[in-house]
């Protein structure tokens, strides 16, 4: 196994569930807006955010201009999927009480995707220096890994640095500012095309966090693959 210096880790369903703090969020919008938490209503919110999300288009990281206006595109979405939810329930809000509720309730839960997740950061961090690289908004990522930053060497944020996953440009920010080179690297995450093929694209070997026996295509090469976060241990320590 090649020696590396620096594990750089993805967060959202990597080390921290977002669909836990989706659902928080969800239920805490249902809260204001009177609207019982039911299933009907989960399923309406995430098709009024689902119909958002695609006509911003964030899922074309692959272009230019998504590339560029990335965190611009996912405000305006934000304020879209709100602005549907209100119409299908017939409500009048503050459009943008709303997002700031999101934001809070997502930035404010922490719930990890394994219950020992945190102690083997913890124990990796003994051997390598731990990197944490995300796409999101530097006001609820910083909040939200609270309990991770002790023990991390540095961390990105696409809103802070100005460039998103897969973008090569993130990597090479990455590997810019830790003055190493890709191969004393090794990139941990649960999305194919941000975390795995944009790592590999720059020359890091990558690992794919996969606790639920995704298929990946085929022509997508790792170098391992884990579907517990302990798995770690076998293969770095």
């Given amino acids: 196994m090649p020696i590396y210096k620096y594990l750089i880790f993805d967060v959202d369903d ?16 249902a809260e204001k807006l009177g609207i019982e938490p039911s299933k009907e209503y989960f399923e309406t919110d995430e098709k009024c ?13 692959e272009e230019k201009d ?5 965190h611009v595109y996912y405000y305006q979405y934000l304020r879209k999927h709100f602005e549907y939810l209100l119409e299908t329930y017939g409500k009048a809000y503050d459009v943008q009480e709303l997002v700031n509720c999101y934001l809070k309730s997502i930035s404010s839960s ?3 995707t394994e219950p020992d997740t945190l102690s083997i950061y913890m124990k990796l961090s003994e051997r390598y220096k731990l990197v944490l690289a995300t796409n999101g908004m530097e006001r609820v990522q910083k909040e939200r890994l609270f309990d991770f930053l002790p023990y991390t060497h540095r961390l990105y944020i696409s809103e802070e640095i100005g460039y998103i996953k897969p973008m090569k440009e993130f990597y090479s920010y990455i590997i810019r500012d830790l003055k190493c080179k890709s191969d004393e690297c090794i990139m941990i995450g649960d999305s194919v095309s941000n975390d795995i093929i944009g790592a590999k694209a720059i020359g890091m070997d990558v690992c794919y966090y996969n606790p639920k026996g995704k298929i990946k295509p085929e022509n997508v090469l790792v170098d391992y693959e884990v579907n517990s976060i302990r798995n770690l241990v076998q293969i770095l320590l």
Avoid: P
Wanted: glycine share 2%.
């Fill in 14 to 29: 990597t080390l921290l569930d977002f669909y836990f703090a989706f659902a928080t969020a969800q239920r805490n919008i």
């Fill in 49 to 61: 955010g689902w119909k958002a999300w695609e006509e911003s288009n964030l899922d074309k990281t």
């Fill in 66 to 70: 998504v590339q560029e206006n990335y």
């Fill in 110 to 112: 922490r719930v990890m």
